[in-house]
């Protein structure tokens, strides 16, 4: 079974600009979970789809969007990206269920904001 | 707040050595799970071991065990007879359930190095 993909795995983009990550679950797993890595913050939530319904969202501003299509695929979105939000942005993929379902990490897309 | 704290962000154990990542979380939930994620340099993230906080035996996986303190509120991972390999960014997580959903959190990490 293949594990989560993420597209692209790295992006150089400008102050102003905004940006598309795309992350591909594993198949059968209903649960998209986005998160931003930077050193020393850990690994910042940033929101969760369930069945094409955001279930559950962290502590950032509107920039930072996203959606989840019926076949589970989902999509990150930031607008008027500022050089606070390079950072590693990590997909995990899950059951979605109760119980012992565990997150799969994607590769991560690599952001550079100029 | 739900946190969850790493106080060692580097460490360094010697190939075939024993080594403990220490970490704290702060809930006053009493239905949660406990993780350990590892991140190699190639920065895929996988599953080290994971605990059920109403299970009181501590988890174990081959070389990697837990030590897990439930009032203490503490979660720390031993790596025994570490390998080069195990290089790599621990970090420690716990999830709850939130608003018919789940949410994790994760401490900051902590970078181990393994000396030949």
């Known amino acids: 079974k293949a594990g989560v993909t993420q597209t692209p795995r790295y992006l150089i983009k400008t102050r102003g600009q905004q940006v598309t990550l795309s992350c591909s679950p594993i198949s059968g797993h209903r649960s998209v979970s986005w998160y931003q890595q930077t050193p020393g913050q850990g690994l910042q939530f940033l929101f969760e789809y369930f069945s094409e319904t955001q279930r559950n969202k962290g502590n950032f501003p509107g920039r930072f969007s996203g959606r989840q299509f019926s076949n589970s695929r989902s999509e990150m979105n930031v607008s008027t990206l500022e050089l606070g939000d390079s950072a590693l942005y990590l997909c995990?993929?899950?059951?979605?269920?109760?119980?012992?379902?565990?997150?799969?990490f994607g590769p991560g897309t690599r952001l550079t904001v100029l | 707040a739900q946190t969850v704290t790493q106080s060692q962000p580097e460490m360094s154990v010697q190939e075939a050595e024993t080594v403990t990542l220490s970490c704290t979380y702060d809930t006053s939930e009493s239905d949660y799970y406990l993780f350990w994620y590892k991140q190699p340099p190639s920065r895929q993230m996988i599953l080290v071991i994971r605990q059920e906080a109403y299970k009181q035996q501590n988890a174990t996986e081959n070389r990697f065990s837990v030590n897990f303190q439930k009032a203490a509120k503490s979660f720390s991972l031993k790596i025994s007879d570490s390998q080069l390999g195990d290089a790599a960014m621990y970090f420690c997580?716990?999830?709850?359930?939130?608003?018919?959903?789940?949410?994790?959190?994760f401490g900051t990490g902590t970078r181990l190095k393994v000396l030949a």
């Open positions: 995990a993929s899950s059951l979605g269920g109760t119980g012992r379902n565990e997150q799969f």
């Open positions: 997580a716990y999830r709850v359930p939130t608003s018919g959903t789940y949410k994790y959190i």
